[in-house]
T-cell receptor, first 112, second 114 residues
Framework: RKEVEQDPGPFNVPEGATVAFNCTYS??????FFWYRQDCRKEPKLLMSVYSSGNEDGRFTAQLNRASQYISLLIRDSKLSDSATYLC?????????????FGIGTKLQVIP | DAGITQSPRHKVTETGTPVTLRCHQTENHRYMYWYRQDPGHGLRLIHY???????DKGEVSDGYSVSRSKTEDFLLTLESATSSQTSVYFCAISEPAGGSYEQYFGPGTRLTVT
């Protein structure tokens, strides 16, 4: 089983739609979680951290389910500019150093 | 903006030649990383550094070496480039945030080995 798994998509959704991505992780000792956004041929950029209580930033909501070992990202009222690949990232502090594992990303295409 | 630059941004080289990629940061971050990104794979860690002259291997370190003689520079060297090292290479720094470590990436270097 991969350490971090994501559905690569693509998810094709109309403007204004709500879309959700999940990401599962295998190590129950994982400690911190993030969503990154990556545009074509660009570097990944931090979208948001994922907190145990869930967190929201505008149209974006991130949630963590430790019992089932997954994190989710919900995008409401999708915009054309949301089209990108969304990377799930899981951190584990081991031996004093952080081990960072990236998912392969989920591609989102918002259609006019 | 975490003040990270990478050079060169694009490079084409021949199999067997040595190649050095440079990552430069301006904000005195302690942790620096080199990743490669290939289709069908997530970002994979090559090497990382937790301080000047303190480096360690990541999951795909074979064929790569690194050096960090100054806080601001982290160099990645391909001693003898192979076609399998054709990839996009990203440098990142890590910024502790409430006990977790958010990473910020440079713009990337596209390397083609012919």
């Amino acid at each position: 089983r991969k350490e971090v798994e994501q559905d690569p998509g693509p998810f094709n959704v109309p403007e204004g739609a709500t879309v959700a991505f999940n990401c599962t992780y295998s190590n129950s000792a994982s400690q911190s979680f993030f969503w990154y956004r990556q545009d074509c041929r660009k570097e990944p950029k931090l979208l948001m951290s994922v907190y145990s209580s869930g967190n929201e930033d505008g149209r974006f909501t991130a949630q963590l389910n430790r019992a089932s070992q997954y994190i989710s990202l919900l995008i409401r009222d999708s915009k054309l500019s949301d089209s990108a690949t969304y990377l799930c990232v899981v951190n584990l502090l081991s031996g004093g150093y952080q081990k960072v594992t990236f998912g392969i990303g989920t591609k989102l295409q918002v259609i006019p | 903006d975490a003040g990270i630059t990478q050079s060169p941004r694009h490079k084409v080289t021949e199999t067997g030649t040595p190649v050095t990629l440079r990552c430069h940061q301006t904000e005195n971050h302690r942790y620096m990383y080199w990743y490669r990104q290939d289709p069908g794979h997530g970002l994979r860690l090559i090497h990382y550094s937790y301080g000047v002259k303190d480096t360690d291997k990541g999951e795909v370190s074979d064929g790569y070496s690194v050096s960090r003689s100054k806080t601001e520079d982290f160099l990645l060297t391909l001693e003898s480039a192979t076609s399998s090292q054709t990839s996009v290479y990203f440098c990142a720094i890590s910024e502790p945030a409430g006990g977790s470590y958010e990473q910020y990436f440079g713009p990337g270097t596209r390397l083609t080995v012919t």
